[in-house]
């Protein structure tokens, strides 16, 4: 089994930054891809970044491509998501996922094995 815990939510103005944080715990040593995925109200859970966790190749929403970096540090088994230039339609619910086996369908929810718990980000004026 793997933990996964976010860290770094909050409240910002547009035009602002947030760094979110996952920390993994448990049996990480399987793991292949950890991502990230937000949900608003009302909406599915959209794909938001992905990273190959022995590559560090990384892959994002097209939403957020050019404003959010995902990074990890696999000594510490831990990822992060900063967040630049925040609109107000990037307020959601941040999960942060970990799959297993081959790093295919990294956009699909359905390719992660474990979950976070979520943080919430609210970018509003």
């Known amino acids: 089994q793997v933990q996964l815990v976010e860290s770094g939510g909050g409240s910002v103005q547009p035009g602002g930054s947030l760094r979110l944080s996952c920390e993994a715990s448990?049996?990480?040593?399987?793991?292949?891809?950890m991502g990230w995925f937000r949900q608003a109200p009302g909406k599915q859970r959209e794909f938001v970044a992905v990273?190959?966790?022995?590559?560090?190749?990384?892959f994002y929403g097209d939403s957020v491509k050019g404003r959010f970096t995902i990074s990890r540090d696999n000594a510490k088994n831990t990822m992060a998501l900063q967040m630049n230039s925040l609109a107000p339609e990037d307020t959601a619910v941040y999960y942060c996922?970990?799959?297993?086996?081959?790093?295919?369908?990294?956009?699909?929810?359905?390719?992660?094995?474990?979950w976070g718990q979520g943080t919430q980000v609210t970018v509003s004026s």
């Open positions: 990273i190959y966790w022995s590559s560090g190749t990384t």
């Open positions: 448990g049996r990480t040593l399987p793991l292949t891809i």
């Open positions: 996922a970990a799959g297993l086996g081959p790093s295919g369908r990294y956009y699909s929810p359905g390719r992660y094995n474990y």
